[in-house]
């Protein structure tokens, strides 16, 4: 069974510093994406990983996918408000072209 | 495009009254999923269609929850009778499958439901 962890789950950080977020998943895939959801709002595509060592960059994000080690990062560069969301993994099984299991999520808030 | 529509975007009502969202897919998309998120159990998939037919509804709650299709740009999702405990965020989101694989799924605004 396909599980995803996101760690932190919460994380306070101030505006110019780096951070890193973490995915974890427990069996093989084939496609990993990261969303952003600010308060109330829906869910936005940000990064569709497709490939072992596959990175993309937008702005300040950027996301990579380290397939053997089962992990994404979704690195932030010189944080700033603007930036403050609820990320969330989704991992897509082999099993199942459709199916995507999610995180629960990091909500991250940056401080002016 | 517009993108995913949904509406109402707000639903406010009574234990045991009947509610209906409504999803309109992006053009073109053949895929299409109802969401349900919480605080307490996160993001849900409820139900899944392709090409209009229902292909996983393993997530729907209980028979109180029911959803159709009726064409490719088009979706109701209906609690009879609604409960407290369906409060949530019910999302729709829609997608294009490619080499038998589904695309990025892009969600529509939600619909904020609370039942009294």
């Known amino acids: 069974e396909l599980k995803v962890e996101q760690n932190p789950l919460f994380l306070s950080m101030q505006e110019g510093k780096n951070y890193t977020i973490y995915c974890n998943y427990s069996?093989?895939?084939?496609?990993l994406y990261w969303y952003r959801q600010d308060p109330g709002k829906s869910l936005e595509s940000l990064f569709v990983l497709l490939s072992n060592g596959a990175v993309k960059q937008e702005g300040r994000l950027m996301a990579s996918l380290d397939t053997k080690a089962r992990l994404s990062t979704l690195h932030i560069t010189a944080a700033v408000h603007d930036l403050s969301a609820t990320y969330f993994c989704a991992v897509g099984g082999l099993d199942s072209n459709y199916q995507l299991i999610w995180g629960a999520g990091t909500k991250l808030i940056i401080k002016p | 495009d517009a993108g995913v529509i949904q509406s109402p975007r707000h639903e406010v009502t009574e234990m045991g009254q009947e509610v209906t969202l409504r999803c309109k897919p992006i053009s073109g998309h053949n895929s299409l999923f109802w969401y349900r998120q919480t605080m307490m159990r996160g993001l849900e998939l409820l139900i899944y269609f392709n090409n209009n037919v229902p292909i996983d509804d393993s997530g729907m709650p209980e028979d109180r929850f029911s959803a159709k299709m009726p064409n490719a740009s088009f979706s109701t999702l209906k609690i009879q009778p609604s409960e407290p405990r369906d409060s949530a965020v019910y999302f729709c989101?829609?997608?294009?499958?490619?080499?038998?694989?589904?695309?990025?799924?892009?969600f529509g605004p939600g619909t904020r439901l609370l039942v009294l």
């Open positions: 069996t093989t895939s084939d496609r």
């Open positions: 989101a829609s997608s294009i499958g490619e080499g038998g694989r589904l695309k990025t799924q892009y």
